[in-house]
């Protein structure tokens, strides 16, 4: 089963190829994770008024929000963690892939709490240079100066936040598999995606966008009611909902599969750039 990942630097489309052969080999393990997890996700659409309507950030609303992400991450660390199980062809019962994702739910959320505060400051800093150059006319005004330099200063951001935020993308699976601490996991995801980030990117986004597609196919040929966001508010019907979560089901291993196919491209790329 080591086959499923690289042995060596491949190109995308080897590396989607072997995302799908890990899609394959470990559907049949993962899958009722995964039907939880996009359960969990989608109960927001389920209940709306339970779970949206947030009236306050200490309110119950937004308690069960917590709760509700904190769910979402367990199952997604266990789903992440099964999945390797495949790659390295070792077999767990259950309960041991419920403990692990209990054991190191703790560090992966305090990973994200650090990962949350540097995006957060970093927005905030945006946000701030935006409202200078604004204060003095040099946004948003009416000459071609102001308008070049509006769409290069918003284009500049947001690659900035993009980058940002793809230099964690792996904390969660270095934790999990790796079995590093929170430092050592955002310090290691920063390295591995330093030099690779527009790779790391475009090869994440890919299975987002075919999810998309298949979404805008259901919805334009077979003229169903499905949104392409879990917080959309506008109403909802339980059969489009279900179909729509059914339909995330099937490419929740994909995206799992994707990260540690990357994961180990970048970790051996890193090595060959250290040699």
């Not at 008024?49 to 991450?73: E, H, K, M, R, W």
Request: aromatic share 18%; glycine share 2%.
């Amino acid at each position: 089963m080591e086959t499923l990942l690289p042995s060596q630097p491949e190109n995308y489309s080897l590396l989607i190829k072997r995302s799908f052969l890990l899609y394959r080999a470990s559907f049949s393990k993962v899958i009722g994770f995964t039907f939880l997890f996009a359960f969990v996700l989608f109960i927001p659409q389920f209940c709306p008024d339970v779970v949206l309507a947030t009236t306050s950030p200490f309110g119950y609303q937004a308690i069960y929000q917590i709760v509700l992400n904190l769910a979402a991450l367990f199952i997604f660390i266990a789903i992440l963690w099964r999945m390797h199980c495949v790659i390295i062809n070792k077999h767990e019962p259950l309960l041991e892939d419920v403990m692990m994702g209990l054991k190191k739910l703790f560090s992966v959320f305090i990973a994200a709490i650090f990962q949350s505060i540097i995006v957060l400051t970093l927005a905030i800093m945006v946000y701030g240079i935006q409202m200078l150059l604004y204060q003095y006319n040099l946004l948003l005004s009416n000459n071609w100066f102001s308008i070049i330099l509006t769409i290069v200063v918003f284009a500049g951001q947001l690659a900035v936040l993009f980058y940002v935020s793809a230099l964690f993308i792996f904390m969660t699976p270095i934790i999990v598999i790796e079995n590093k601490g929170v430092i050592s996991a955002i310090e290691r995801s920063v390295a591995l995606v330093w030099n690779h980030w527009l790779r790391t990117i475009t090869f994440q986004l890919s299975p987002w966008v075919y999810y998309f597609l298949c979404l805008f196919l259901i919805k334009f040929i077979f003229r169903i009611n499905i949104h392409f966001s879990l917080f959309d508010q506008t109403p909802y019907t339980f059969w489009a909902s279900l179909l729509q979560m059914l339909v995330f089901t099937l490419f929740v291993p994909w995206f799992a599969a994707i990260l540690l196919v990357q994961l180990k491209d970048l970790e051996l790329r890193n090595k060959l750039i250290q040699s």
